[in-house]
């Protein structure tokens, strides 16, 4: 239970300094396309930043649910392989790093549908 929500705080912590990183320090260095890919990267972090605090707060009503603690973990895998990805394309400019960002998309995908079977079976 705390280490979701521990994790999704760093996430939404790292999010929003990403974010500010990305408005002031690569406004000027990076193409608009390229800056738009950094910010499709910062929204899903905080997004699912939130989605482990969730999870955190469900594991503190059901502590047993392995629903909930690999909606977790895949969400974690989501963030570092979407989002990072996002980022490191966007900073190199390296294409094929865009066939990572699906990968943490399809773990995002896992996580929420997990969260559903968890709050439909353990709650």
């Keep these: 239970m705390k280490t979701f929500i521990i994790i999704g705080a760093i996430n939404a912590f790292l999010a929003v300094a990403l974010g500010a990183f990305g408005a002031h320090g690569l406004?000027?260095?990076?193409?608009?396309?390229?800056?738009?890919?950094?910010?499709t990267g910062v929204t899903y972090q905080m997004f699912h930043a939130t989605a482990l605090l969730v999870?955190?707060?469900?594991?503190?009503?059901?502590?047993?649910?392995?629903?909930?603690?690999?909606?977790?973990?895949?969400?974690?895998?989501?963030?570092?392989l979407f989002s990072g990805s996002l980022y490191v394309l966007s900073l190199?400019?390296?294409?094929?790093?865009?066939?990572?960002?699906?990968?943490?998309?399809?773990?995002?995908?896992?996580?929420?549908?997990?969260?559903?079977?968890?709050?439909?079976?353990?709650?």
């Design 27 to 39: 406004k000027d260095k990076l193409d608009p396309y390229y800056l738009d890919i950094w910010k």
């Design 55 to 80: 999870i955190g707060i469900l594991l503190g009503k059901v502590a047993a649910s392995t629903f909930f603690t690999w909606s977790g973990w895949l969400f974690l895998v989501g963030i570092i």
């Design 92 to 123: 190199t400019k390296v294409g094929v790093l865009g066939a990572i960002t699906p990968l943490g998309g399809v773990c995002f995908l896992a996580g929420w549908i997990l969260m559903i079977i968890g709050t439909v079976k353990d709650l």
